[in-house]
């Protein structure tokens, strides 16, 4: 995969692209989505001038998912194969190849490199997608919104983006305005809980190790953190420390993930009409059991084991487990005991302290802490065959310390164990047990006593952060945190239900999608009749949880209760139901193993049942049970109280109880089923949002994308499928200013400029003069919606008319300074034209005998030329002298004159002074009559001005009865369509009305008949009766004689008794006789037998000395 230079975060969230010059795109989830100009700077520029020079595509590649190539011909048909139409393309190490034309996906140019809306990209492909993502991660850019979707890729290391910092700039922002973080996701929801009053639910996915844990608790950190601005309250502390908790009893290491949920998990926080966090509730879904006794080499139980077996010496003692180690548990033996950078002991006293605020007494605490330590116990239970192959178990005290703890009689136990007391007939009989049975049922135990011990810790944790009981209305945000669509190589029951989960789960999704699209259409009148993609989920769903036609779940329900169910006749039901054998059936049976194949949404899975019925039924030894549900300790007693209530009545049942509110018997198929319906009504009622955890690489690192693992996801948890979805509908949209002056340069001179035109005319004008296909847009009420890539081309054929546009800008200014330069040049060859021209003159002259004598005579001159200077000058002062004295006389009569003339200046003074205060006069009038035109302005600005609001007012008018007449229409037409209903009803009512008379009369007719029968079998009864009594008679005299043989039967069954008492008698004194006769044979044979030593041992010792004497 290609990337682009990276370069680290900011360590603050800057504004999105503020400083660029761009357009807007609105898309479905009603974001602003910016796209940058293609100038937007230099390296964009380059990027893009590279990117247009060839046609770069992606092609498929084994290795790397995907790779970049670029298309070097086209053919219509392959020129080897002429089937299917072929692209030659060369790879970036100029290897060349043919390759499918539908394996060729488009690439988008480099200026949508790290778009933080996926839904923005105009070539919307798996490898787009991937591509985004991979540049995204590898500059510290972990979320991505892909529409509805936020996108979450596990960075594996602490990123500088969840401080205090962060969490105070996303406050009241909206998504958009900085870039993607699960932070806007979260402060949405909780704002549009604050301001429409509406439930809120935020449901995360992805697979183990993806990081949705940790998403969870940044969201719950993040709601704690803005709902109260105050001291953190005593409320919120407990629902921050009631992780520890969870993760103590329902997380263990795994090869994915060393701190992995083994459960799912709803947590509802609940804030009162303040806005502020006033409590909190959990639910849990599909605990791992298998867990508790099972679990790889590279793999933990759970962490509360271990932590537990940490703990100090003291409290160990109280438990039994003194001085004991992980090492000494059957149950955590084989396991990998400890995790790289996780101290247990530290963490044991975290969980304490956790409980502590929890507001667990000591007695609660010990109450948790006595299960899991007598889980640790019942694995070290061995068993062992008898004499007589049948289950034993020799070491007692194992036993003693498992029943000290829970408080139940250890002899019980061990018999209730070994032998179980079942019902035959009317009667409690023993059945012995096989060892595999005993350790079966073992292992039972330890996993209900694990889940009802968690079961009931969760219980807890919900009445503590309930605690807060408010009479105001709540609301709600909900959290939801559990395991995304899983495929292995074998898949079993457990698999079934969480792909069963996640199945319905995306049906929400598209759901909730498709309301908000069709939403969005009708709002701006839109003629599109969208596709409910949630009911392209919906035969799936059918076949696991419908009951007519039976379903998966219902079926394997059914065998679990039939007396003698088993996996195979399970399989054969539903062979028999869905194996319609047509090719679009999701369900089809295995060929060669025991099972059947499921085609979800993520693709097809292969499910093998073996061992389904034992999952669904998790069988229990009821004997044990019901000892438990008597214990001394009222902690235990409690966890299977279900067990005594029902002790006499439900002896006969077989299927697992487990407490959940009613008490209820279910199967775990079914309880799950329950479970997940109820969470679905929940969800409906809330404004949903859906974030989509993606685990990078299977490596646990840091900085590094395996595209295929990270594809895989992607189909898995939904993402490509909501871009599918995109893509079917419009989810592109502009309103018409934006369209207008992005677009309005691709069709110059089509609008008007002297006159206005409004929006919704001028885009159907452009949209005309660009020939765009009608299908592939719509004009609706304020905005223009495209579908997908069309905007893509618009952009396209933008940037080339921008790049057109440009090109003659930059001729134009080249030509200028050509020009200019050509000029200078011009001059400057005119000029040493001219300088050369001087210089041959110059030279020339140089050497000419006339010059040089004009040059020596020339200083001669200037002497000559002195005197005559002289005799001219002496002129001019003469002529000068003469001028002087005229001018002199001419002055003496200008000063006459101007005498008289200051005379006559102060007669017209005077005359000034009169005419002056004649004009003050004038002008004091004058300001008095301007005055008075300006209050006559002021008054017209007055009148224009109601005039302009009488206007307005009346545009207003004609709006609202614009606007009535419209909601008039439309309530014309609902009545009509409540009229109608109206009258089918009022027909319905009429006709149920006849209906009921007729009935009620056809009840009383058959009531009469009734009791005419009713008499008539009591007369009938009576009759029988009679004879039956009759007939007890003789019954009653028949079983008197039968007595009286039976007592002479007896007579000579003692007699005969007796007889072989005497018989046996002798046959044991035979007996000893032969048994002495025996010992007798055996002294005999001890005696040859040493003699045959001795015999021997001489043998030997002659040999020995022959040998001796032979080598001598
Ligand atoms: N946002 C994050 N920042 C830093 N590290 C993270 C982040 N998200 C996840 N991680 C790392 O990934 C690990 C696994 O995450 P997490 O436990 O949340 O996965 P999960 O999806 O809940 O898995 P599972 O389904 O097994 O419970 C965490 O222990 C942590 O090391
Ligand atoms: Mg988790």
Request: glycine residues 4%; proline residues 3%.
């Amino acid at each position: 995969m290609i990337t682009t230079a990276s370069s680290s975060p900011s360590p603050s969230p800057s504004p999105q692209r503020s400083d660029r010059i761009g357009g807007t795109f609105i898309h479905s989830h009603g974001t602003k989505v910016f796209v940058p100009d293609r100038l937007d700077n230099v390296q964009d520029a380059v990027n893009q001038a590279r990117f247009s020079e060839k046609r770069w595509v992606w092609i498929e590649d084994e290795q790397h998912g995907y790779v970049r190539a670029q298309v070097i011909r086209e053919f219509e048909k392959s020129p080897r194969s002429a089937r299917h139409p072929k692209i030659e393309v060369e790879h970036e190490s100029g290897q060349t190849c043919f390759v499918p034309a539908d394996k060729v996906y488009s690439m988008n140019p480099p200026k949508f490199d790290r778009v933080e809306d996926m839904a923005e990209l105009t070539h919307l492909n798996e490898p787009s997608v991937i591509h985004n993502l991979t540049l995204r991660y590898h500059t510290g850019e972990t979320y991505t919104y892909s529409g509805l979707f936020l996108v979450a890729v596990n960075p594996y290391r602490k990123l500088p983006i969840y401080s205090q910092d962060y969490i105070q700039s996303y406050k009241g922002r909206r998504r958009g305005e900085l870039p993607p973080h699960i932070y806007a996701v979260a402060d949405q929801a909780y704002h549009d809980m604050v301001q429409d009053g509406d439930d809120q639910s935020i449901l995360i996915t992805g697979e183990s190790g993806a990081g949705k844990t940790e998403n969870t608790k940044i969201v719950i950190q993040y709601l704690a953190a803005v709902a109260n601005t105050a001291v953190r309250s005593e409320i919120e502390q407990q629902i921050l420390q009631a992780n520890p908790i969870l993760e103590a009893f329902g997380n263990a290491q795994t090869i994915r993930n060393n701190n992995s949920s083994r459960f799912g998990k709803f947590i509802r926080i609940k804030f009162n009409n303040r806005a502020q966090i006033c409590g909190a509730n959990i639910e849990w879904y599909l605990l791992e059991k298998s867990r508790v006794h099972q679990q790889t080499p590279e793999e933990r139980n759970y962490h509360v084991f271990y932590q537990l077996l940490s703990a100090d010496d003291s409290f160990k003692e109280q438990l039994l487990l003194g001085g004991q180690t992980a090492k000494d548990y059957n149950f955590t033996k084989n396991s990998s005991i400890t995790i790289d950078g996780v101290d247990d002991a530290e963490d044991y006293q975290k969980l304490l302290k956790s409980l502590d605020i929890m507001g667990l007494s000591d007695k609660e605490k010990f109450d948790l802490f006595r299960i899991v330590a007598a889980v640790l116990h019942l694995g070290n239970i061995i068993v062992t065959p008898d004499f007589r192959e049948r289950a034993d178990i020799r070491d007692f005290t194992s036993i003693e310390r498992l029943c000290h703890l829970l408080g139940i009689p250890a002899q019980d136990f061990k018999k209730g164990l070994l032998a179980p007391r079942i019902k035959a007939g009317s009667e409690w009989v023993s059945q012995a047990k096989s060892l595999e049975q005993v350790q079966a049922s073992l292992v039972a135990l330890a996993k209900t006593l694990y889940e009802r011990n968690f079961a009931s810790l969760v219980e807890r944790v919900n009445q503590a952060l309930d605690g807060q009981k408010t009479v105001d209305k709540t609301q709600f945000i909900g959290v939801l945190d559990i395991a995304g669509f899983e495929i292995f190589e074998v898949n079993s029951f457990e698999q079934l239900c969480i792909n069963y989960t996640n199945e319905k789960l995306q049906q929400f999704f598209n759901h909730s999608m498709f309301v908000l699209e069709q939403e969005e259409y009708k709002k701006e009148r839109i003629d599109w009749s969208y596709i409910d993609f949630g009911l392209d989920l919906q035969p799936t769903i059918n076949l696991i949880e419908k009951a007519n036609p039976i379903g998966i779940l219902s079926c394997l329900e059914e065998e679990c209760v039939a007396p003698r169910g088993t996996d195979k006749r399970f399989l054969e039901k539903l062979n028999k139901v869905w194996n319609t054998g047509e090719g679009d059936a999701k369900y089809k049976p295995r060929r060669f193993d025991e099972g059947f194949i499921v085609t979800h949404y993520a693709g097809r899975v292969e499910y093998s049942t073996k061992g389904w019925i034992d999952k669904n039924k998790d069988p229990l030894n009821e004997d044990v049970t019901r000892l438990l549900a008597r214990s001394t300790q009222p902690y235990v007693a409690r966890l299977f109280e279900d067990y005594l209530t029902d002790n006499e009545k439900s002896t006969d049942m077989t299927l697992t109880k487990l407490r959940k509110g009613t008490g209820s018997f279910r199967t775990v198929g079914q309880r799950h089923k329950q479970q997940l319906l109820a969470l679905m009504c929940t969800l409906e009622s809330t404004h949903p949002r859906f974030i989509r955890c993606i685990l990078p690489n299977d490596r646990k690192r840091a900085g590094q994308i395996q595209t295929k693992l990270v594809l895989g996801q992607l189909r898995c948890n939904g993402v490509l499928e909501g871009i599918r979805i995109c893509r079917k509908g419009f989810p592109n949209r502009l309103s018409f200013d934006d369209f207008r002056k992005r677009y309005e340069i691709l069709c110059p001179n089509q609008l008007p400029t002297n006159c206005f035109i409004y929006g919704r005319s001028a885009c159907q004008t452009l949209l005309d003069a660009m020939q765009l296909d009608p299908e592939r847009y719509r004009i609706g009420t304020t905005k223009v919606f495209f579908k997908a890539t069309v905007l893509a081309e618009l952009e396209e054929i933008r940037d080339r008319h921008l790049a057109n546009y440009m090109t003659g800008f930059q001729a134009m200014c080249r030509r200028y300074i050509a020009r200019q330069k050509m000029t200078r040049k011009a001059r400057q060859t005119e000029a040493i034209r001219v300088m050369q021209r001087n210089a041959r003159i110059y030279v020339t002259l140089r050497e000419w005998p006339w010059w040089k004598v004009y040059a020596k005579l020339r200083s001669a001159g200037v002497a000559y030329r002195g005197e005559a200077q002289i005799k001219e000058r002496d002129q001019k002062i003469a002529q000068q002298e003469t001028q002087i004295t005229e001018q002199t006389s001419e002055i003496q009569e200008l000063t006459q004159k101007c005498q008289q003339l200051t005379s006559q200046q102060d007669d017209y003074a005077g005359l000034v002074q009169s005419q002056q205060a004649i004009v003050r006069e004038l002008e004091e009038s004058k300001q008095a009559l301007v005055e008075k035109v300006a209050g006559h302005e002021e008054e017209m600005e007055e009148a224009q001005k109601q005039a302009e609001a009488q206007a307005n007012m009346i545009a207003r008018l004609h709006r609202d009865i614009r606007e009535c007449s419209e909601e008039n229409e439309q309530l014309a037409t609902r009545y009509e369509a409540v009229h109608g209903t109206n009258e089918t009803l009022t027909a319905r009512v009429e006709y149920l009305e006849n209906e009921n008379g007729r009935l009620s009369k056809e009840r009383e007719n058959n009531v009469d008949s009734l009791r005419k029968e009713l008499e008539e079998l009591k007369k009938s009864n009576e009759a029988q009766i009679s004879a039956l009594k009759n007939e007890r008679d003789e019954y009653k005299q028949k079983l008197s004689d039968a007595e009286e043989n039976h007592r002479a039967e007896q007579n000579l069954f003692t007699q005969r008794q007796t007889e072989l008492e005497e018989k046996l008698k002798l046959l044991n004194d035979e007996l000893q006789q032969k048994s002495k006769e025996r010992t007798d044979y055996e002294n005999k044979h001890d005696i040859l037998q040493s003699n045959w030593q001795d015999l021997a041992r001489l043998v030997q010792s002659e040999a020995a000395e022959a040998q001796a004497r032979s080598e001598r």
